[in-house]
């Protein structure tokens, strides 16, 4: 089999394994519990690049994700402040490892460039309860799974 017909193949099976698993789009609300500037630009007046960590207000648990943007959503961003309640769509997407992600493409009215492989962006979700033994509380124990309490009220969060 020739290199041309083996990269045809190739490209054949990622959109096939693709169709499978449709992006979908979600709305919800924000607060902004975090701000601050990675880089400023040459002439240190604005920020080249922007966090911004985000508490998932509407879904149960701890539901934090810190999101990176580039120029352009830094300047469209700083009208936003720490405390703010801001609406978000958030991107469903299938992963190449064999399970969906998530990820915020507009924070308000401001889009943001979505970079799967870039760091930066990452979620930190979990959901936690005490441990209690012979009626006395003696830690807490903390999972990342989203159980179905979270999925049915922030169903993005699901992971197949």
């Known amino acids: 089999m020739g290199a041309a017909v083996k990269r045809a193949v190739a490209a054949l099976g990622l959109v096939l394994l693709g ?4 992006d979908q789009r979600y709305e919800s609300v924000v607060q902004i519990v975090r701000k601050q500037t990675v880089e400023l630009t040459d002439d240190r007046k604005a920020a080249n690049v922007l966090d911004m960590e985000v508490e998932w207000d509407p879904c149960p648990g701890d539901q934090f994700q810190v999101i990176r943007g580039d120029k352009a959503f830094a300047a469209c961003a700083e009208k936003y ?3 703010d309640l801001v609406p978000v769509v958030v991107r469903h997407i299938w992963d190449a490892r064999g399970y969906y992600v ?6 308000g009215d401001c ?15 979990q959901e936690c309860k005490d441990v209690v033994h012979h009626g006395h509380k ?3 124990a903390c999972s990342r799974k989203p159980f179905r309490d ?11």
């Open 19 to 22: 169709c499978g698993h449709p």
């Open 81 to 83: 402040g720490v405390g």
């Open 102 to 107: 998530w990820d915020i493409e507009r924070l």
């Open 111 to 125: 889009p943001r460039a979505i970079e799967r492989e870039a760091p930066g962006s990452y979620e930190k979700s």
């Open 138 to 140: 003696v830690g807490f």
């Open 150 to 160: 979270l999925v049915k009220r922030c169903p993005w969060t699901a992971r197949d």
